[in-house]
């Protein structure tokens, strides 16, 4: 059987959680950069969701009436929604990257000037 977990082993002793603390405040000069970031995500997530409707429409109607102009219209319009969430994640991908970066480069800054 295992032992009951001591305090010196709680995952939420000393060290674990100051740790932790301090890489919660790494993030808080980056808010802005970060929130930007989660709407991009949601902005792709809805943007990916749009494609099959997209789809679904130039099936059911378009193909169905035989409305080669609307058939279009629905290919173009898709074709500039693949564009918008290819661009989405691209600027999220380059975002993220940037904002890890800065705050690796912050928490290194700050261990080094503290020792």
Known sequence: ???PMTEEASPRSGSAGRCCARYF???R???????FCIFL???SATLSLAGPLLIRHAIDVDFASRDLGGLVQTALLFAGVL???AGSNYLQQVNLEILGQRIVLRIRTESVLAR
Do not use: E, K
């Not at 000069?29 to 929130?35: D, G, V």
């Open 29 to 35: 000069p980056h808010y802005r950069a970060l929130t």
């Open 41 to 43: 995500l949601g902005l």
């Open 83 to 85: 564009a918008l969430t």
């Open 25 to 27: 405040l790494a993030f």
């Open 1 to 3: 059987m295992d032992a």
